[in-house]
């Protein structure tokens, strides 16, 4: 790979801390319908993009009829995802009129996506003010009656007077989770006018670069989930955001149904820090300074949520987080955080020993936490010769835990969502001799292999590595050439399995001397293969002993996205691949163990939980059974997770108190999260007890 390909790799896998990406902030002012009109630059910019994607993408454009219908199911699940504005004839009109879409974007004429937009602006309009009438009237919740909050599967309304049933049922609900979480009836009407308020508002700021982009979207990303494209403002933002990357919360955000969810932390960000937030958790409101009110954002666009958290250095912002374990109705934590730069350092490897493992008397495991794939480049490519890298941070702990004498190391790779390709390739060439790390195949089809190029190794002793579903890109690019070399056991559960590569182009390039701003397009433009020649791509890593908290199904990771790239493979490199035997045997004491720890069953009843909350679309609105239903979910998590806290001989605290002690919180948080570590440490030192009889029975023969 030439040194230009190189640099662009590094570029594109830097973990960059984008907290969302969407439209651009809201406006102070509506914009008239009159507006809502596609423009002549808009055109000029569709016929960039089909070229770009043509030539570039990784996977090839089929723009043809079929290829159009999807275009308008995206689109349309883009405006109105939970099926509650359009009609079923409305739909059917659209479909009709889409048949004709893949000619027009060949030409690039939009016209038909803002048709659907100015009526879906109609809708929502009609709707919000149908909201706004029940909440003068009431509720009664004595009766046996369900709402179906997830519409995504669900046929669409036929008529608007099912609509109307809908949305007297949306409402409902509404209040009834509100006065679950024990608020009186004028709060909660002052909380839900101003939510439906709300959402007719943004849908009146959107104007034509926010129509074009989510309609140019719906066409990118029916191709490939990570191909997306960027308005000028949205450009313009991005940049902003870029510039103030590293000061916020350090938290990716993502849109879910009507909520903001946590997608993961970031290393050192105040979110991780804190401990009180985890992926999954739903942001509902927000506030500024320590006493500022707390701003409701349920139904809010992505974007102006990410707003309202964003701020400069130092400032308090409070967060209204709805744990993803709590259900619909469960009770919210109002967490206090910082905004604060995420230096370096605070991503930096670090490691520790364990020594007290009941299975192993007198072991030593040395323990590296890696939650970050790092490289600082900018003091690289200023002549520091001592700029701060995973490996080499990771080296100088590998000879500091060599000097304690431990008898194995486990990388702890939990939640690290990738970053630089150097340094995965570089940090695998400290425990192998050399050799090739990962196969990149771009759009070409051309193949480059990244290889450790330097003879010998930091560490040549037992390892083991430990993954989770969050461990991603990079971070699968190094377990994926552990296994195939066999030189560690791979322990946890599946990996992301984001196996593709990203770049972003400014599509003004294309169109010399051009005297408007076109945007940019983030394009798919290559995917990583394993050495062994699958790809890591949607499959992600599959560990050799997998625990029993893997998630069931695909509604993980890259498997639950739409239109992602399949799994496939190609030739395999040339390498030398070492043997670990029959892993069977530690399988085997590994699940014997699990299955009389506290805090394993505390892990898998939490997940049985979550799974039960993912598979219901309906909810009763009777409160007697929400409150029972809610009960027996915070009984179960409850009195497991108190059962193994007392195991630890820690006095498990009470969640629901009005005074919760937030430091004593956090750390019962981290004493559950080394519970998958211990036994990663604990398979890892039956590992290196095994290989120690081994050689003491070949000494006698």
């Given at each position: 790979?030439?040194?230009?390909?190189?640099?662009?790799?590094?570029?594109?896998?830097?973990?960059?801390?984008?907290?969302?990406?969407?439209?651009?902030?809201?406006?102070?002012?509506?914009?008239?319908?009159?507006?809502?009109?596609?423009?002549?630059?808009?055109?000029?910019t569709t016929q960039v993009i089909n070229k770009v994607l043509e030539r570039f993408h990784y996977r090839k454009v089929n723009l043809d009829d079929a290829f159009a219908d999807r275009i308008m199911t995206a689109y349309l699940k883009s405006l109105d995802a939970n099926r509650s504005f359009f009609t079923q004839g409305e739909v059917d009109r659209f479909e009709r009129e889409a048949r004709q879409l893949d000619d027009d974007l060949k030409r690039g004429k939009v016209e038909l996506g803002f048709e659907v937009f100015r009526l879906y602006r109609q809708r929502v309009e009609e709707r919000t003010a149908f909201a706004l009438a029940l909440l003068d009237q009431g509720?009664?919740?004595?009766?046996?009656?369900?709402?179906?909050?997830?519409?995504?599967?669900?046929?669409?309304?036929?008529?608007?007077?099912?609509?109307?049933?809908?949305?007297?049922?949306?409402?409902?609900?509404?209040?009834?989770?509100?006065?679950?979480?024990?608020?009186?009836?004028?709060?909660?009407?002052?909380?839900?006018?101003?939510?439906?308020?709300?959402?007719?508002?943004?849908?009146?700021?959107?104007?034509?670069?926010?129509?074009?982009?989510?309609?140019?979207?719906?066409?990118?990303?029916?191709?490939?989930?990570?191909?997306?494209?960027?308005?000028?403002?949205?450009?313009?933002?991005?940049?902003?955001?870029?510039?103030?990357?590293?000061?916020?919360?350090?938290?990716?955000?993502?849109?879910?149904?009507?909520?903001?969810?946590?997608?993961?932390?970031?290393?050192?960000?105040?979110?991780?820090?804190?401990?009180?937030?985890?992926?999954?958790?739903?942001?509902?409101?927000?506030?500024?300074?320590?006493?500022?009110?707390?701003?409701?954002?349920?139904?809010?666009?992505?974007?102006?949520?990410?707003?309202?958290?964003?701020?400069?250095?130092?400032?308090?912002?409070?967060?209204?987080?709805?744990?993803?374990?709590?259900?619909?109705?469960?009770?919210?934590?109002?967490?206090?955080?910082?905004?604060?730069?995420?230096?370096?350092?605070d991503q930096a490897a670090k490691a520790y020993v364990v020594d007290d493992l009941p299975n192993a008397p007198g072991l030593r495991v040395g323990v590296l936490e890696v939650p970050g794939f790092y490289r600082d480049f900018r003091a690289e490519a200023d002549g520091d010769k001592n700029f701060r890298s995973t490996t080499r941070d990771v080296q100088n702990l590998i000879n500091d835990l060599k000097r304690q004498g431990v008898d194995g190391i486990l990388v702890d790779l939990r939640g690290n969502g990738g970053g630089s390709l150097t340094e995965a390739t570089d940090l695998t060439g400290l425990f192998i001799d050399q050799g090739p790390v990962v196969q990149v195949k771009d759009s070409f089809g051309k193949v480059d292999v990244e290889k450790d190029p330097a003879p010998g190794s930091a560490y040549t002793g037992p390892l083991a590595v430990l993954v989770d579903r969050n461990s991603a890109s990079a971070s699968e690019i190094f377990a994926a050439a552990m296994q195939d070399y066999g030189r560690a056991i791979v322990i946890g559960e599946p990996t992301f399995g984001k196996g593709t590569v990203q770049t972003l182009i400014d599509l003004n390039r294309y169109v010399p001397g051009n005297g408007e701003d076109l945007g940019r397009l983030r394009l798919t433009m290559a995917e990583f293969y394993r050495i062994s020649g699958g790809s890591t791509q949607l499959r992600g890593v599959e560990p050799d002993i997998l625990f029993p908290t893997a998630p069931q199904g695909a509604e993980h990771g890259e498997r639950s996205l739409e239109n992602a790239l399949?799994?496939?493979?190609?030739?395999?490199?040339?390498?030398?691949?070492?043997?670990?035997?029959?892993?069977?045997?530690?399988?085997?004491?590994?699940?014997?163990?699990?299955?009389?720890?506290?805090?394993?069953?505390?892990?898998?009843?939490?997940?049985?939980?979550?799974?039960?909350?993912?598979?219901?679309?309906?909810?009763?609105?009777?409160?007697?059974?929400?409150?029972?239903?809610?009960?027996?979910?915070?009984?179960?998590?409850?009195?497991?997770?108190?059962?193994?806290?007392?195991?630890?001989?820690?006095?498990?605290?009470?969640?629901?108190?009005?005074?919760?002690?937030?430091?004593?919180?956090?750390?019962?948080?981290?004493?559950?999260?080394?519970?998958?570590?211990?036994?990663?440490?604990?398979?890892?030192?039956?590992?290196?007890?095994?290989?120690?009889?081994?050689?003491?029975?070949?000494?006698?023969?």
């Amino acid at each position: 790979m030439s040194n230009t390909s190189r640099l662009l790799f590094r570029l594109i896998l830097s973990t960059l801390l984008v907290i969302a990406s969407g439209c651009a902030g809201a406006r102070a002012q509506d914009v008239a319908v009159g507006e809502l009109q596609p423009q002549a630059r808009q055109e000029k910019t569709t016929q960039v993009i089909n070229k770009v994607l043509e030539r570039f993408h990784y996977r090839k454009v089929n723009l043809d009829d079929a290829f159009a219908d999807r275009i308008m199911t995206a689109y349309l699940k883009s405006l109105d995802a939970n099926r509650s504005f359009f009609t079923q004839g409305e739909v059917d009109r659209f479909e009709r009129e889409a048949r004709q879409l893949d000619d027009d974007l060949k030409r690039g004429k939009v016209e038909l996506g803002f048709e659907v937009f100015r009526l879906y602006r109609q809708r929502v309009e009609e709707r919000t003010a149908f909201a706004l009438a029940l909440l003068d009237q009431g509720f009664s919740f004595d009766q046996d009656e369900h709402y179906r909050f997830d519409r995504a599967k669900a046929a669409w309304p036929a008529t608007p007077v099912e609509l109307d049933q809908i949305w007297r049922q949306r409402v409902k609900n509404d209040w009834l989770g509100l006065k679950l979480a024990k608020k009186k009836d004028e709060e909660i009407r002052k909380v839900l006018r101003e939510r439906y308020e709300g959402l007719a508002k943004r849908v009146r700021q959107f104007d034509s670069d926010d129509i074009y982009q989510t309609f140019i979207n719906a066409y990118i990303e029916t191709l490939e989930p990570h191909t997306s494209y960027m308005s000028p403002s949205t450009a313009e933002n991005f940049d902003i955001s870029m510039r103030l990357s590293l000061e916020g919360i350090g938290a990716v955000l993502k849109g879910e149904a009507d909520y903001t969810e946590v997608q993961r932390t970031i290393p050192g960000g105040p979110a991780r820090v804190s401990g009180l937030i985890h992926a999954g958790d739903r942001i509902v409101g927000v506030g500024q300074g320590q006493d500022g009110p707390i701003e409701d954002v349920v139904g809010w666009r992505l974007q102006d949520v990410v707003d309202k958290i964003r701020g400069p250095k130092d400032s308090v912002v409070r967060l209204q987080i709805l744990p993803k374990s709590a259900g619909p109705d469960g009770p919210t934590r109002e967490v206090t955080l910082v905004r604060n730069e995420i230096k370096l350092e605070d991503q930096a490897a670090k490691a520790y020993v364990v020594d007290d493992l009941p299975n192993a008397p007198g072991l030593r495991v040395g323990v590296l936490e890696v939650p970050g794939f790092y490289r600082d480049f900018r003091a690289e490519a200023d002549g520091d010769k001592n700029f701060r890298s995973t490996t080499r941070d990771v080296q100088n702990l590998i000879n500091d835990l060599k000097r304690q004498g431990v008898d194995g190391i486990l990388v702890d790779l939990r939640g690290n969502g990738g970053g630089s390709l150097t340094e995965a390739t570089d940090l695998t060439g400290l425990f192998i001799d050399q050799g090739p790390v990962v196969q990149v195949k771009d759009s070409f089809g051309k193949v480059d292999v990244e290889k450790d190029p330097a003879p010998g190794s930091a560490y040549t002793g037992p390892l083991a590595v430990l993954v989770d579903r969050n461990s991603a890109s990079a971070s699968e690019i190094f377990a994926a050439a552990m296994q195939d070399y066999g030189r560690a056991i791979v322990i946890g559960e599946p990996t992301f399995g984001k196996g593709t590569v990203q770049t972003l182009i400014d599509l003004n390039r294309y169109v010399p001397g051009n005297g408007e701003d076109l945007g940019r397009l983030r394009l798919t433009m290559a995917e990583f293969y394993r050495i062994s020649g699958g790809s890591t791509q949607l499959r992600g890593v599959e560990p050799d002993i997998l625990f029993p908290t893997a998630p069931q199904g695909a509604e993980h990771g890259e498997r639950s996205l739409e239109n992602a790239l399949p799994w496939n493979s190609i030739l395999p490199a040339k390498y030398d691949r070492n043997k670990l035997g029959d892993l069977s045997v530690f399988r085997e004491a590994s699940q014997k163990r699990i299955s009389a720890d506290e805090g394993f069953r505390m892990l898998t009843a939490r997940e049985r939980l979550l799974k039960e909350l993912d598979d219901e679309d309906t909810v009763s609105l009777k409160e007697a059974d929400r409150r029972v239903q809610a009960d027996r979910r915070e009984k179960i998590l409850k009195d497991q997770r108190d059962a193994f806290l007392r195991a630890q001989g820690v006095t498990p605290l009470d969640e629901e108190a009005e005074d919760v002690d937030e430091e004593a919180l956090d750390a019962q948080q981290k004493i559950v999260d080394k519970i998958q570590m211990r036994e990663a440490a604990s398979i890892l030192a039956d590992a290196v007890r095994a290989e120690a009889q081994r050689v003491r029975e070949a000494n006698r023969n």
